[in-house]
């Protein structure tokens, strides 16, 4: 089946310091991999996504990289800032060979990011 | 341009009572899911409607949850009776889809069930 995992959370790190969250997936067809951040008390929200092998998502300074030999697909930022605490979810959709996509998120189980001053 | 609305946003319940959960999705969005996210966990689809058929309901556990999707905009999710693991937020999300390609999922708020 699908599968993602990500890294034992949660992280605490501080303002200005370098952000990475582990994320590798297992999948049969062909998925597409997202980054969601649902910040406190919002509803959850796309950061960023890939569709295919060696493409880089980025947004907002956050930036994931689609590695197909290592099935992984890693969130980073240079800088945080304190209004980046929330909880990121890793994710992703299967397509089938012939191109047609499930629409069904596959997610990890969170990982929350606290970023002190 | 209004985001995925859902109501109530909290409801807290006794075991084996029931409930219900509404959704409206974004105007236009043929494509509705109802997501369950325990404490902890990343959410796990429960139901996939395009328009007013069911795309995927394989997660959904048919002996207590329903869900329909009656005139393919609104949506109700309904637990009978209730078990105390059902404590979850419930989300709800919506899509486009383009052809073969379904567009990105907007999220609701979530209601938040407290099974007691």
């Known amino acids: 089946g699908n599968s993602v995992t990500q890294m034992e959370g949660p992280v605490t790190l501080s303002e200005e310091a370098f952000l990475t969250i582990n994320c590798t997936y297992t999948?049969?067809?062909?998925?597409?991999l997202f980054w969601y951040v649902q910040y406190p008390g919002e509803g959850l929200q796309l950061l960023l996504k890939a569709t295919k092998a060696d493409d880089k998502g980025s947004n907002k300074g956050f930036e994931a990289t689609y590695r197909k030999e290592t099935t992984s697909f890693h969130l980073e930022k240079g800088s945080v800032q304190v209004s980046d605490s929330a909880v990121y979810f890793c994710a992703l959709t299967i397509a089938n060979a012939g191109g047609t996509s499930y629409g069904k998120l596959t997610f990890g189980q969170g990982t929350i990011l606290t970023v002190h001053p | 341009e209004a985001g995925v609305a859902q109501s109530p946003r909290y409801k807290i319940i006794e075991k084996r009572q029931s409930v219900a959960f509404w959704c409206n999705p974004i105007?236009?969005?043929?494509?509705l899911y109802w997501y369950q996210q325990i404490l902890g966990q990343g959410p796990k689809l429960l139901i996939q409607f395009q328009n007013n058929g069911v795309v995927d309901d394989s997660q959904l556990p048919k002996d207590r949850f329903s869900a329909e999707r009656l005139k393919g905009v609104d949506s109700t999710l309904k637990i009978q009776p209730a078990k105390l693991e059902d404590s979850a937020v419930y989300l709800c999300?919506?899509?486009?889809?383009?052809?073969?390609?379904?567009?990105?999922?907007?999220f609701g708020p979530g209601t938040r069930l407290t099974v007691l």
């Open positions: 999948a049969t067809g062909y998925p597409s």
């Open positions: 105007s236009g969005h043929a494509t």
């Open positions: 999300a919506s899509s486009l889809r383009n052809g073969r390609v379904y567009n990105e999922q907007f």
